[in-house]
């Protein structure tokens, strides 16, 4: 009776096939098993920042919500605090801002500065002026974990996905893989509940 190929080849060389097996390293860095405190912020700007536009922020705390009932990590309020940092961006194929500017008293016409698309109205006559702004990027959501520099600053990229909807809660996919590869990779237990890291 004749053995097939692959059954004489694993009688040959069963040692070196089961080390292997055994030598085989998790697909994400060890880093976040051993991190601790993490902050969020979004590819243009923090949670705070008057420039960000609503759709990142409100990725900002959706992640957050998702860190939280997590329980892995604590979340800080400083980038500084951190271990990692969480960078978020809804993908949009255009977005526009709209605002209101209205001039100072005297003045009889608003300078508002040039927007990026539309134009303002109203500052012609004195009266309210409406200023329309957009943008266009990419149509993916983005979700990216880095490490942080010692000054605070966010340093090299452990971790980059994009994914149509990925962000959208309650399924929020692109969280969703990163929470399943670091626990399958690095099963703990959860952080301490209502710790924060302090300034």
């Keep these: 009776m004749r053995f097939p190929k692959a059954v004489a080849l694993l009688l040959v060389f069963p040692a070196p096939l089961v080390l292997h097996a055994k030598d085989k390293k998790p697909s994400v860095p060890a ?40 329980k892995r990590y604590t979340l800080t309020m400083e980038r500084s605090q951190a271990d990692l940092v969480f ?18 008293i005297g003045q009889g016409q608003v300078s508002i500065g040039q927007p990026k698309t539309g134009s303002p109205t109203g500052a012609s006559m004195g009266g309210p002026a409406v200023e329309m702004r957009g943008e266009a990027g990419p149509a993916d959501d983005f979700f990216e974990v880095c490490l942080v520099n010692t000054d605070g600053k966010k ?45």
Excluded: C, H
């Design 31 to 70: 880093v976040f098993a051993q991190a601790q405190y993490v902050y969020v912020e979004a590819v243009d700007g923090q949670e705070f920042d008057p420039n960000l536009l609503p759709a990142d922020r409100i990725a900002i705390a959706d992640v957050r919500d998702a860190l939280d009932k997590w």
């Design 87 to 104: 960078v978020v961006r809804r993908g949009r194929v255009a977005e526009a801002d709209v605002g209101v500017r209205t001039p100072s």
């Design 155 to 199: 340093s090299t990229s452990l971790w980059e996905r994009t994914m149509p909807d990925g962000l959208s809660p309650p399924g929020m996919l692109l969280f969703e893989q990163f929470k399943d590869a670091v626990d399958k990779a690095y099963p703990s237990k959860p952080a301490p509940q209502g710790q924060q890291k302090k300034p």
